[in-house]
């Protein structure tokens, strides 16, 4: 059967889609197998159009790309000659189980480098996805469909946020591609879409909780697939060749400055100067807010950052659910993001805070949790790095400085190589503490076996960065005299009998362990610290890391209880 301006024979059908019909034909003249596409767009200006954009990608003569032969016309319809892939195209390398990550990130570096030249070029291809990226005889992939894309922006499952109806979409914009190549990476390393057969509100929500069921991949590879998928252009790559290099590094750089820092600083002080409204007794008056406005919104973040701040992960998250819930616009990254951190979902935690640091570069707080996700991780360059930057911009913060050192610590594997100015940056009870751990004879922990160093050393959060001297009081059973005495030290050190390092000395032998637990101790912020136990219990409740005192609390370790009192209330 001979078709097509009596040129080429038809072999079969090879697919259809939006754009037309595709048909493998055999050139009568050198019997050379082309793929011919039969576009169903009608109007000779997007005609011309599109035949103008493949000649214009013809001609970069990129190995990546199908080659296009020529065009003709037959009844008014436009065909495309094309250069024939036998090799199949990536969706079928989804179902297939043969595929690995190495290969997966392979083709992912060649295709943001084919791209990246293209769109240096002014070319966006605006439909990147596994059916439009195929592969030849010989195994050599290749982006197909340039200028053929959906006129409207794309395949759903793979178009970016922005150009459903958050904001106006700009066509030439690379980072539509960037997101494109970054669901398709998603899909090669889940088998699956998570935004396939979704709704553009329903993709929107999933962004916005940013769950894409990813936790199972590598840190690294979950950081470049969050970067490359940000809902917001400006929080992506900004052109493929920072994508290809975040896969060759197996990371994502650290991009903050001091520069944005300051000039945040001062919008911050700004801000100060218009608010009128203070909280007291926090839980309190949110419990009356509540009560009166239970739908919110402001309220319902309110009482998320307390709960947070008080460490009941769950609670919190169920109040910025329920604000998410009523506008899925409120900015709620870093509450997210330190909730994933909390839940140990760090490479979202990563992301939301990125996210949240860029919009709000003078959130000093923000920065020291991104610390910590780096810290937890075992990133402890990055977290010096980050560290470093941020003691140099505010040296009044003591957090920064303790940070510092125990990343250093955990990066040279306690060996003593840290500088004087971090060892002599304040007066810092958290970098005596952590001073004596890694000074330790390694009776009470070793470098990588159980309890490990890390496990006995101190993170320093953002809130101890001020320290008011308080007393905390061992009770009898009665609960009316002073069974141990009062202690008025930052740091409290609790463990088992005969060890000297501990203030406290609890008997029971192996059911205490050596470094059991401490109190940081802080007027009106009084915290629990559970040091990898063999079991810290706080009024029945086992503490796995953390929790404030706040007011009389039973504690126990191993066969023995006391009761403790604080001064004050803490958070009220």
């Given at each position: 059967m001979v078709l097509f301006d009596n040129r080429y024979q038809y072999v079969?059908?090879?697919?259809?889609?939006?754009?037309?019909?595709?048909?493998?034909?055999?050139?009568?003249v050198s019997n050379r197998l082309v793929a011919i596409k039969q576009l169903a767009i009608k109007d000779k200006q997007e005609q011309e159009d599109i035949i103008h954009e493949i000649e214009i990608v013809s001609k970069f003569e990129n190995p990546n790309i199908v080659t296009y032969y020529h065009h003709f016309w037959q009844d008014e319809l436009l065909f495309l000659v094309m250069e024939y892939c036998s090799g199949g195209n990536l969706r079928s390398k989804i179902k297939s189980a043969n595929t690995s990550s190495s290969d997966i990130f392979s083709w992912a570096q060649i295709l943001a480098k084919c791209l990246g030249g293209i769109h240096e070029k002014g070319i966006i291809h605006h439909d990147i996805k596994p059916d439009n990226i195929l592969f030849s005889e010989s195994g050599t992939l290749k982006i197909s469909d340039f200028g053929l894309a959906n006129r409207e922006g794309g395949t759903r499952a793979y178009m970016s946020p922005e150009s459903f109806d958050w904001d106006t979409i700009t066509k030439n914009d690379p980072r539509f591609d960037i997101y494109a190549l970054g669901v398709t990476l998603m899909e090669l390393l889940l088998k699956k879409n998570p935004f396939s057969s979704l709704a553009k509100e329903q993709i929107i929500e999933l962004h916005q909780k940013a769950d894409f069921q990813i936790n199972e991949l590598p840190n690294w590879q979950q950081d470049v697939i969050l970067k490359a998928i940000n809902k917001v252009p400006e929080l992506r790559f900004q052109n493929m060749t920072e994508f290809e290099e975040a896969i060759k590094a197996k990371t994502i750089p650290v991009i903050f400055n001091k520069d944005t820092i300051k000039a945040a600083q001062l919008v911050e002080h700004a801000e100060k100067a218009l608010k009128t409204k203070k909280w007291i007794n926090a839980a309190k008056y949110l419990e009356l807010a509540d009560s009166k406005y239970p739908n919110n919104v402001t309220v319902l973040h309110a009482f998320g950052k307390y709960y947070l701040q008080m460490q009941e992960i769950t609670k919190a998250q169920l109040y910025f659910e329920k604000a998410l819930s009523l506008n899925p616009r409120l900015d709620l990254q870093k509450d997210l993001g330190w909730i994933n951190l909390e839940n140990k979902n760090y490479p979202i935690a990563i992301s939301?805070?990125?996210?949240?640091?860029?919009?709000?570069?003078?959130?000093?707080?923000?920065?020291?949790?991104?610390?910590?996700?780096?810290?937890?991780?075992?990133?402890?360059?990055?977290a010096m790095e980050l560290a470093k930057m941020l003691m140099e911009n505010n040296d009044k913060l003591l957090c920064f400085a303790n940070n510092y050192f125990i990343s250093s610590a955990m990066h040279n594997l306690g060996k003593m190589v840290f500088s004087n100015t971090v060892l002599k940056a304040a007066d810092n009870p958290f970098i005596d503490y952590n001073y004596s751990i890694v000074l330790d004879d390694r009776e009470t922990h070793d470098l990588d076996k159980t309890p490990t160093m890390k496990s006995k050393l101190l993170f320093m959060d953002f809130h101890f960065n001020s320290f008011v001297k308080n007393t905390v009081t061992f009770l009898d059973s009665d609960n009316k005299k002073a069974a141990l005495g009062s202690f008025d030290k930052t740091i409290i050190k609790i463990g088992r009998e005969g060890y000297d390092v501990n203030d406290i000395q609890v008997p029971g032998g192996t059911s205490v362990s050596r470094r059991h637990c401490l109190i940081v101790n802080s007027k009106d912020d009084v915290w629990l610290y559970d040091l990898a136990s063999v079991g810290t219990y706080l009024n029945k409740d086992r503490i796995r890391t953390k929790t404030p005192l706040i007011g009389q609390n039973k504690l126990t370790i191993g066969n023995v209880g006391y009761s403790i009192t604080t001064d004050k209330s803490k958070l009220l």
């Amino acid at each position: 059967m001979v078709l097509f301006d009596n040129r080429y024979q038809y072999v079969k059908d090879l697919g259809e889609g939006g754009f037309g019909k595709v048909f493998l034909a055999k050139e009568a003249v050198s019997n050379r197998l082309v793929a011919i596409k039969q576009l169903a767009i009608k109007d000779k200006q997007e005609q011309e159009d599109i035949i103008h954009e493949i000649e214009i990608v013809s001609k970069f003569e990129n190995p990546n790309i199908v080659t296009y032969y020529h065009h003709f016309w037959q009844d008014e319809l436009l065909f495309l000659v094309m250069e024939y892939c036998s090799g199949g195209n990536l969706r079928s390398k989804i179902k297939s189980a043969n595929t690995s990550s190495s290969d997966i990130f392979s083709w992912a570096q060649i295709l943001a480098k084919c791209l990246g030249g293209i769109h240096e070029k002014g070319i966006i291809h605006h439909d990147i996805k596994p059916d439009n990226i195929l592969f030849s005889e010989s195994g050599t992939l290749k982006i197909s469909d340039f200028g053929l894309a959906n006129r409207e922006g794309g395949t759903r499952a793979y178009m970016s946020p922005e150009s459903f109806d958050w904001d106006t979409i700009t066509k030439n914009d690379p980072r539509f591609d960037i997101y494109a190549l970054g669901v398709t990476l998603m899909e090669l390393l889940l088998k699956k879409n998570p935004f396939s057969s979704l709704a553009k509100e329903q993709i929107i929500e999933l962004h916005q909780k940013a769950d894409f069921q990813i936790n199972e991949l590598p840190n690294w590879q979950q950081d470049v697939i969050l970067k490359a998928i940000n809902k917001v252009p400006e929080l992506r790559f900004q052109n493929m060749t920072e994508f290809e290099e975040a896969i060759k590094a197996k990371t994502i750089p650290v991009i903050f400055n001091k520069d944005t820092i300051k000039a945040a600083q001062l919008v911050e002080h700004a801000e100060k100067a218009l608010k009128t409204k203070k909280w007291i007794n926090a839980a309190k008056y949110l419990e009356l807010a509540d009560s009166k406005y239970p739908n919110n919104v402001t309220v319902l973040h309110a009482f998320g950052k307390y709960y947070l701040q008080m460490q009941e992960i769950t609670k919190a998250q169920l109040y910025f659910e329920k604000a998410l819930s009523l506008n899925p616009r409120l900015d709620l990254q870093k509450d997210l993001g330190w909730i994933n951190l909390e839940n140990k979902n760090y490479p979202i935690a990563i992301s939301l805070l990125s996210d949240h640091l860029h919009r709000h570069s003078a959130d000093f707080e923000a920065y020291n949790l991104l610390l910590r996700c780096y810290y937890e991780t075992n990133r402890y360059e990055p977290a010096m790095e980050l560290a470093k930057m941020l003691m140099e911009n505010n040296d009044k913060l003591l957090c920064f400085a303790n940070n510092y050192f125990i990343s250093s610590a955990m990066h040279n594997l306690g060996k003593m190589v840290f500088s004087n100015t971090v060892l002599k940056a304040a007066d810092n009870p958290f970098i005596d503490y952590n001073y004596s751990i890694v000074l330790d004879d390694r009776e009470t922990h070793d470098l990588d076996k159980t309890p490990t160093m890390k496990s006995k050393l101190l993170f320093m959060d953002f809130h101890f960065n001020s320290f008011v001297k308080n007393t905390v009081t061992f009770l009898d059973s009665d609960n009316k005299k002073a069974a141990l005495g009062s202690f008025d030290k930052t740091i409290i050190k609790i463990g088992r009998e005969g060890y000297d390092v501990n203030d406290i000395q609890v008997p029971g032998g192996t059911s205490v362990s050596r470094r059991h637990c401490l109190i940081v101790n802080s007027k009106d912020d009084v915290w629990l610290y559970d040091l990898a136990s063999v079991g810290t219990y706080l009024n029945k409740d086992r503490i796995r890391t953390k929790t404030p005192l706040i007011g009389q609390n039973k504690l126990t370790i191993g066969n023995v209880g006391y009761s403790i009192t604080t001064d004050k209330s803490k958070l009220l």
